[in-house]
Antibody
Framework: EVQLVQSGAEVKKPGESLKISCKGSGYSFTSYWIGWVRQMPGKGLEWMGIIYPGDSDTRYSPSFQGQVTISADKSISTAYLQWSSLKASDTAMYYC???????????WGQGTLVTVSS | EIVLTQSPGTLSLSPGERATLSCRASQSVSTNYLAWYQQKPGQAPRLVVYGASSRATGIPDRFSGSGSGTDFTLTISRLEPEDLAVYYCQQYGTSPTFGRGTKVEIK
């Protein structure tokens, strides 16, 4: 069974750094792209970017380029989303999802809630 | 960037009624790379339809997708109470984007 399990909720202050994770199981982690999607409170879904864990090829949405870093450690089947300096506007639920071969999002993690507040 | 416009914003229907959700793209969606996702309150999104008209595994056959080019539709033939959710369309071409969602309410 394909599963994506994300790390737990985080509460941070503005300016702090953060790295959240998404661990894949039940499939060949290096053979499928992983995507990250943001959902701000009460709002819709936003595409952030994707990574191919097999070779760490990474693509960012223009809106998120330079704002976050997506990475992966294939040895432990885990993808990451990180910030070097959080802002209050980063408060949101973040989902990872596995891209099917045809590139739709077939499997989703449960989400990680990030709250940034002074 | 392809902009997806979903309508209506909210749909309020009674159980057993037919729900028709629209997703219009600002330019043609290549190879019908159009998906629909269902997000129930407090849950992660779930794939409902991909390739504009292919139902995902485990999705009831009352859900159907149609359309091509710039106009796509998700139809729920007979609404059930558990269909209460926000439905998002997504084009998953070179630079994927989501629509803003249609909220389906059950009267």
């Amino acid at each position: 069974e394909v599963q994506l399990v994300q790390s737990g909720a985080e509460v941070k202050k503005p300016g702090e750094s953060l790295k959240i994770s998404c661990k894949g199981s039940g499939y060949s982690f290096t053979s499928y792209w992983i995507g990250w999607v943001r959902q701000m409170p009460g709002k819709g879904l936003e595409w952030m970017g994707i990574i191919y864990p097999g070779d760490s090829d990474t693509r960012y949405s223009p809106s998120f380029q330079g704002q976050v870093t997506i990475s992966a450690d294939k040895s432990i089947s885990t993808a990451y989303l990180q910030w070097s300096s959080l802002k209050a506007s980063d408060t949101a639920m973040y989902y990872c999802a596995r891209l099917d071969v045809l590139r739709f999002l077939g499997y989703w993690g449960q989400g990680t809630l990030v709250t940034v507040s002074s | 960037e392809i902009v997806l416009t979903q309508s209506p914003g909210t749909l309020s229907l009674s159980p057993g009624e037919r729900a028709t959700l629209s997703c219009r793209a600002s330019q043609s969606v290549s190879t019908n790379y159009l998906a629909w996702y269902q997000q129930k309150p407090g849950q992660a999104p779930r794939l409902v339809v991909y390739g504009a008209s292919s139902r995902a595994t485990g999705i009831p056959d009352r859900f159907s997708g149609s359309g091509s080019g710039t106009d796509f539709t998700l139809t729920i033939s007979r609404l059930e109470p558990e269909d209460l959710a926000v439905y998002y369309c997504q084009q998953y071409g070179t630079s994927p984007t989501f629509g803003r969602g249609t909220k389906v309410e059950i009267k």
